[in-house]
């Protein structure tokens, strides 16, 4: 049985006991770190009493997407009984909706050949739905075809340009960026920012800027992204975690 940290802080020798000790110390210690930076203090108490609790804590912010989609988000949550609920559906009645459903979920785990699969049979059967187009662009791009993705993506944000709330401009954005668009990149980055605030979209144009040699436009929107985390809450710090990291890097650049 595992002593709370704070035993192992006032009797540092109980560490020296035993190397499963050690490494258990090292670990609680460092989610108990993770949590004071995100202001998590009811974390940080739970960490401290209960050193099980690292574990808990860890798959809460560790465990998911696949790096393909890190930091790129497509509304709905998965679960295997979700999958098996819309596999069932589509069994029965074989709607657009639950393929498309099914391909969010896929999307958001990281199965992208998977996720093409549900997008293409549900664009099969209704191919004006707007919501099936967008994510299947965002699909397509992820899995690094932005000529089959941008009019797909040109098409949802000529219809409604706040589509998903900006993600699907900011699909198109990135679009453009691998097709070497700088110039209609950076306009459409700054059509996102007339409206939102979002992380992503500050880091990619302020790389743009960068490129181009407009270091204070590059530095503003730098500036904005660190100075908006230190007072965002922790559900939305651990979402722009990559964002973030971005631009640190980028700080000591511009």
Known sequence: MFAPLSTYLE???LIFTSLPSLA???????????AVRNREWLWVFFLLAFPFSALWYFFQ?????ASATSGFELPGAHSRRRIKELQAQIHHLDK???????????FQQGKLPLAEAEYRAAIERDGEDSETRAHFGQCLLRLKRPGEARPLLESVVKEDPKHD??????????TYMTEGQTDVAIQVWERVLQHYSYARARVQLAELYLAKGKMDGAREQVREVIEGDAHAPAFDRRRNRMWLGRAKKLLGRV
């Open 165 to 174: 709330y900006g993600h699907t401009m900011m699909a198109l954005a990135e």
């Open 24 to 34: 258990f110390v090292a670990f609680d210690l460092w989610m108990v770190i993770h």
């Open 96 to 106: 657009a909706h639950h393929h498309l459903q099914l391909g969010d979920i896929y």
């Open 61 to 65: 912010n560790y465990r998911g997407s």
């Open 11 to 13: 009797h540092p020798q």
